[in-house]
């Protein structure tokens, strides 16, 4: 089956620096990706959408120059978190969609838990 | 908005009793309901899903009706094994937005022998 590879799957980081998370197709092409945030007890929250060759497009809310994405191949997309602060430490977790299936379930990472000292 | 609703766990059962995990959602049109499940040390994986109403997803035992007119999606299976034991979360794409999930805030089952 699709498999979603993220990493790291954990990070400590001090505040002022900055976080990049990977996020790799391994076995299938994604035009689509998608970042998400998990607070503790709460639900998956969508960050941006992250499209092949173009910009990200970010949910409201969600700075854009505090969370680059970058998505430069159809297997990888990226989330730096830049100039991180303890209020960043949460789970991210990233999903791909099979390129041309917009109607496919998504195929999500393990998730990356950052906390930021 | 888009939103879940879906209760709070955790849940714990013994081994073969039966499991429902509620969940209700509020969305404008005709949205498509999952239930993704998610094990200890893994990413999310699709469990079911119901793309129009009084459809009915199935997978591993586990059910869910797609119910219009009172809005849920509620998980129930028959009797549940120790390797049951993840977070489910119930979600939904709406109408036109396909593959942009509202998830809901994830329920915790504990099985026991």
């Known amino acids: 089956g699709a498999v979603v590879s993220q990493h790291p799957s954990w990070v400590i980081c001090k505040s002022g620096t900055s976080v990049k998370i990977e996020c790799r197709s391994l076995?299938?092409?994604?035009?689509?990706m998608f970042w998400y945030r998990q607070f503790p007890k709460q639900s998956l929250m969508l960050m941006a959408t992250?499209?092949?060759?173009?910009?990200?497009?970010?949910e409201q809310g969600v700075e854009k120059d505090k969370f680059l994405i970058n998505h430069a191949s159809l297997t990888l997309s990226t989330l730096t978190v830049t100039s991180a602060h303890p209020e960043d430490s949460s789970f991210y977790i990233c999903?791909?969609?099979?390129?041309?299936?917009?109607?496919?379930?998504?195929?999500f990472g393990n998730g990356t838990r950052l906390t930021v000292t | 908005g888009d939103s879940v609703t879906q209760m709070e766990g955790p849940v714990t059962l013994s081994e073969e009793a039966f499991l429902t995990i509620n969940c209700t959602y509020t969305?404008?049109?005709?949205?498509?309901l999952f239930w993704y499940v998610q094990y200890p040390g893994e990413g999310l994986q699709l469990l079911l899903k119901?793309?129009?109403?009084?459809d009915k997803g199935s997978n591993k035992g586990f059910e869910a009706t797609y119910r219009k007119e009172t809005t849920s999606f509620h998980l129930e299976k028959g009797s549940v094994q120790v390797s049951d034991s993840a977070v489910y979360f119930c979600?939904?794409?709406?109408?036109?937005?396909?593959?942009?999930?509202?998830f809901g805030t994830g329920t915790r089952l504990q099985v026991t022998l």
């Open positions: 999903s791909a969609l099979l390129e041309g299936r917009y109607n496919s379930p998504l195929h």
């Open positions: 076995d299938f092409q994604a035009t689509t």
């Open positions: 992250s499209n092949e060759g173009s910009k990200a497009t970010y």
């Open positions: 969305a404008t049109g005709y949205p498509s």
């Open positions: 119901a793309t129009k109403a009084d």
């Open positions: 979600a939904l794409s709406g109408t036109g937005t396909a593959s942009k999930l509202t």
